[in-house]
């Protein structure tokens, strides 16, 4: 089924910055429709994984591949099929809502000479990628901002605006880099309740027979927030047995969780009590020093589940 082929596949990605080694020979499969969240301690290499994955920094070894209609390719630098949003949101502030969210598709699909030379034909165009970004703030709960500039909005409208700037590309992969960390609770609340939506739209999508239109990386440091809004969680982390694989020293961080979570409705309260033990497994095999375990305990598992599981 089309909700199972991967999209993202990293293979043996590692990275060095001069001598210090960060990120040992990552495999990682992301198949179409999952909002993974990737968690691990602060500096262990997460923003490298997703720049390396972006294509703005190339790792030191290994590849990585997107997946397009069966054909991979492999990344070489930035491109439209992956979409990332950082902490803190890069909107134009001389531009509204919608010229924000609209600027991508004009760049993307006129010409300098079209907007000089085709001038009714330009105008044109521009009022349905209007049309088209309001369209998609409406859906995001932006319906009032649509005029609004972003001096005008609250943090928490500028990143979900950033959201939508990267969502109307519809892109592959969506990376999103730590988005809510800058915010406070309540409004962070509010954002992760927009990525269950996506959620729930791909959910609707394969129930309609479709392939499911949103799949997400998301990175975190919070666990809640990451067992919450994912279907998977991934955990990054130089706290493991790197003994078993000979060597000497720590090597860098590699995935050393893998594991599904439990998925939520937009609507649904957030039951932290519900998942408890999962936070407790995370804390101990991705955030303790201490708990230094072979990269497979907490692996295993999802290896299986994402083989057969469906979203
Ligand atoms: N450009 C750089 N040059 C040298 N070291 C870097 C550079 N970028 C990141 N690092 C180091 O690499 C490690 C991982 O960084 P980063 O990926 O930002 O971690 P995280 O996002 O998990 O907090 C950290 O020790 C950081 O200091
Ligand atoms: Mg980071």
Known sequence: MTARETILQTTGLSHWFGRHRV???LNLDIRRGQIAALVGPSGCGKSTLLRAIVGTHPPCEGRVVITRGGTG????GPGRDRGIVYQRYSLFPHLTAVENVAYGLMVDRSTVADRLLRRRHWRELRRCHREEAAQLLERMRLGDALGRYPPEMSGGMCQRVAIAQALIMKPDILLLDEPFGALDEATRE???RVLLTLYAENQEAVCRGDPPPHTVMIVTHEINEAI????????????WDWREVGEKECPGATIVYDRPAPVFAPGDPR???AFREQKEEILRAVFDPHHCQSHREYTELAAQVAGKAAP
């Open 228 to 239: 919450f809004v994912s279907d998977r969680v991934l955990g990054l982390s130089q706290y």
């Open 190 to 192: 509010e954002l992760q």
């Open 73 to 76: 390719t492999v990344v070489q």
């Open 23 to 25: 990120l040992f020979h």
């Open 271 to 273: 039951d932290f009590l």
